[in-house]
């Protein structure tokens, strides 16, 4: 149990349409990380958010956008679903940038038809 | 080719000690991480190891890094079959404090 939650569990969208993934990290964590894991892969960094500020991005199109907020809570929104996208989506929250300890979610697992 | 590679499978007998390798390219790493994931589910951390050290140990787990090879080994000692998961080394990348980049990972079957 890493404290870390994330919402839904489950999701299918078709191509084309908006989905926003949230997360809720532990208490005084100020830094919250994106990951897409797709089938058979490693997860692949999306981006950091640090203070409710970007704080580095992957290679990911702009279309992958996110937000922070100072409950602890986050949000990955991502823009027009293309098939690619279906994956499992990983927070993960650390207590301060480039702290030693990231603690993972349990996913939100996104099907796009 | 891959930033960070490891055997896809292992297949070790329970009790007996397995051994899951990784090389990685970003020489800059500060923290590398073993994590640990079941079916369905998201990463569990394992332990890590700090740049400058050559090993870490904690309990059944044996963490050895040449970091002139930029090669990382996890040992499990007294492999259970509820070990049986696929395991992820995971560098961070030195240019971005708390960016981790993964491998495929290693999917490890304990028999009984």
């Known amino acids: 149990e890493t404290g870390v939650t994330q919402s839904p569990t489950h999701l299918i969208k078709t191509r084309g349409q908006q989905v926003t993934l949230r997360c809720s990290s532990q208490s005084g964590h100020n830094t919250v990380s994106w990951y897409q894991q797709a089938l058979g892969q490693g997860p692949q960094f999306i981006f950091q958010y640090y203070r409710e500020e970007e704080n580095g991005r992957g290679n990911f199109p702009p279309r992958f956008s996110g937000l922070q907020f100072p409950n602890y809570s986050s949000e990955l929104n991502v823009n027009a679903l293309e098939l690619d996208d279906s994956a499992l989506y990983l927070c993960a929250s650390s207590h301060d940038r480039g702290d030693n300890e990231q603690f993972f979610g349990p996913g939100t697992r996104l099907t796009v038809l | 080719g891959e930033d960070v590679e490891q055997s896809l499978f292992l297949s070790v007998r329970e009790g007996d000690s397995s051994v899951i390798n990784c090389t990685y390219t970003d020489s800059s790493s500060t923290y590398l991480y073993w994590y640990k994931q079941e079916p369905g589910a998201g990463l569990q951390l394992l332990t890590y190891?700090?740049?400058?050290?050559d090993m870490k140990q904690d309990q059944r787990l044996t963490v050895l890094l040449n970091k002139k090879d930029k090669h990382l080994s996890l040992r499990i000692a007294d492999t259970q079959t509820g070990d049986s998961a696929i395991y992820f080394c995971?560098?961070?990348?030195?240019?971005?404090?708390?960016?981790?980049?993964f491998g495929r990972g290693t999917q490890l079957t304990v028999w009984p």
């Open positions: 995971a560098p961070d990348r030195g240019s971005t404090l708390g960016r981790l980049y």
């Open positions: 190891i700090f740049s400058n050290m």
